[in-house]
């Protein structure tokens, strides 16, 4: 990939990730900063946000994104069909959540969206940040992801 990536960097665990503007992801990509936001909207992605609000993306987000775009336009999946997949990795086994919050999450087994798609979890409500949690970070490691829903996702 031939971006040349800014010099903010994450503050997450991966401490140095380079950090991407939506408008040089579009350009990469060739799509619309405007899909980067439908994506977001349609629950598949969770960009990093700086202080500011402003949305920045890491090669791992770039990744997704190929991802998400091979499954529209080769496997002919709509959002709501990723959504229902990515609803399938196991959340409350992956955190570990509680019995309690198991019975009260609405991203239970009936959910048919990732649980990062709803507005209220129990662990939002405890203030927990979806982009930096261990099952959001599952679809950021695309390969990872194959393995973990058992589905054949053709990203490669
Ligand atoms: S913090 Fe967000 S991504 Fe993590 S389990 Fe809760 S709702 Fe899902």
């Not at 994104?65 to 529209?72: A, D, F």
Request: net charge neutral.
């Amino acid at each position: 990939m031939s971006l040349h990536p800014i010099t903010e960097t994450s503050d997450s665990s991966s401490q140095s990730e380079k950090l991407y503007t939506p408008r040089e992801v579009a350009h990469e990509l060739s799509l619309s900063v405007e899909s980067l936001r439908l994506y977001e909207r349609e629950g598949l992605l969770v960009p990093y946000k700086l202080d500011s609000g402003h949305r920045r993306y890491t090669q791992s987000d770039i990744e997704w994104i190929v991802c998400i775009q091979r499954q529209i336009h080769e496997n002919k999946l709509n959002f709501a069909g990723i959504r229902y997949i990515l609803s399938m990795l196991p959340c409350h086994e992956m955190k570990p959540c509680c019995l309690e919050d198991q019975k009260t999450c609405p991203a239970g087994v009936a959910s048919c969206r990732p649980c990062w798609d709803f507005d209220v979890t129990p662990c939002r409500i405890k203030g927990e940040n979806c982009r930096t949690c261990v099952v959001y970070q599952q679809v950021l490691n695309v390969d990872n992801l194959k393995k973990i829903l058992s589905v054949k996702f053709k990203c490669d």
